[in-house]
């Protein structure tokens, strides 16, 4: 709503303040078409995906992950190690090209969330922020699924 | 199936249709040179450890003697592992949820902890029966599990630490699986959906891989 009315104010601002130009990644803005964080087992932390989608003609990066409903979260990256093993890694910036997606998914990026709140059921939703260098704070939710609900939204 | 029909020889093999279809398609799977199971096989294959871990129920589980004979999908990990561990777990629980009874009752499932210092037995209990009450745990002395991990032929896994206290475990990732003969041979690597488990352990409990 509040981005509607800015581009609104945008348009207002070009039509009757002359010649201002209405930024083309004014169309749209940072945020996340998928999010699902999985309701961890047996206390570990949770593991939140998102699809971070990049509709403007800046590159932007992630730079935190925080949640209403838990203690801390940071994005990490499970990468293969060619020999079998699988290792975790800290992403302390991700970037997202202009008109690009960042698709976290088991095996690749995930933010793991520690501390959750473990009233947080199947189908409920979970309020999310993530930083971005450039389009500052961007709020929005993620539903809650379990791991049984992983292969169906999250391998195919 | 149509080789047969072409010769004729379908009335003679309706015998062994209805002793085993399944081990005809193998056959003819074979013959064309086909895959038989949709996980990766290993050669050489990986023998049954005859190794003993202590299990959640804190008695010691000799590995070879308790699995021998059995399919059994083994995979190493730890409890606070986001999401290649719980979505193998989950996948492979699924898939045992979709088998008749009897298959079903072929197959045992074994986690062995790389995280004894956090995956006390308890948690180890808490977290596997999420999934499926009757998964085996596993939990070693680092002695214990250096050897399972050698058998395997898997690196030791390794302790990271994570900014803001805690620690990740670098581990294999795969999960074995053995068939009738004791032996591993074929593999499953992350992300395996649990549909591909279901068309695999039928012909797994064959030995046909
Ligand atoms: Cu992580």
Redesign the interface.
């Known amino acids: 709503m509040k981005r509607r009315i800015g581009i609104a104010l945008a348009a207002a601002a070009a039509a009757f303040g002359g010649c201002r130009v209405v930024p083309v990644d004014q169309t749209g803005t940072v945020g996340w078409t998928r999010g699902y964080l999985?309701k961890?087992?047996?206390?570990?932390?949770?593991?939140l995906y998102l699809w971070i989608t990049n509709p403007t003609a800046h590159g932007d990066t992630a730079t935190a992950v925080r949640l209403a409903a838990a203690d801390?979260a940071?994005i990490?990256r499970?990468m293969?190690?060619g020999?079998?093993?699988?290792?975790?890694?800290?992403v302390v910036a991700l970037p997202i090209p202009a008109h690009d997606t960042a698709r976290f998914a088991?095996?690749g990026l995930?933010v793991?969330v520690?501390g959750l709140d473990s009233a947080l059921a199947r189908g409920d939703s979970a309020q999310v922020t993530v930083t971005f260098a450039r389009a500052g704070d961007v709020t929005g939710w993620a539903h809650v699924i379990?791991?049984?609900d992983?292969?169906s939204l999250l391998?195919? | 199936m149509r080789l047969f029909v072409r010769s004729g020889g379908l009335l003679a093999l309706l015998p062994v249709l209805a002793a085993g279809c399944g081990r005809l398609r193998d056959t003819v799977d074979r013959l064309r040179g086909q895959p038989l199971v949709l996980g990766a096989t290993i050669s050489p294959a990986v023998p049954r450890p005859d190794l003993t871990m202590t299990a959640t129920d804190g008695r010691p589980y000799d590995f070879g003697q308790r699995t021998k004979g059995r399919v059994t999908f083994i995979t190493f990990g730890y409890t606070h592992c986001p999401d290649v561990c719980p979505v193998h777990m989950a996948n492979l629980a699924g898939a045992l949820k979709q088998l008749t009874p009897a298959q079903r009752a072929a197959v045992t499932v074994v986690f062995v902890t790389t995280d004894p210092v956090r995956d006390s037995l308890p948690q180890l209990r808490q977290w596997l029966a999420s999934f499926d009450t009757t998964f085996v745990g596993l939990r070693g002395t680092d002695e214990q599990l250096a050897a399972m991990e050698q058998a395997f032929h898997i690196p030791p896994a390794s302790r990271e630490d994570l900014p803001g206290g805690g620690y990740g475990v670098s581990h294999s990732a795969q999960v074995f699986a053995f068939t009738p003969d004791d032996s591993a041979h074929v593999i499953y690597l992350p992300g395996m959906p649990a549909a591909d488990y279901v068309h695999d352990i039928p012909r797994l409990l064959r030995g046909a891989f």
Do not use: I
């Open positions: 999985v961890p087992a047996a206390g570990s932390p949770a593991a801390s940071q990490h499970t293969a190690m020999n079998g093993m699988e290792h975790m890694t800290p088991p095996g995930h793991m520690f379990t791991y049984a992983v292969d391998l195919r």
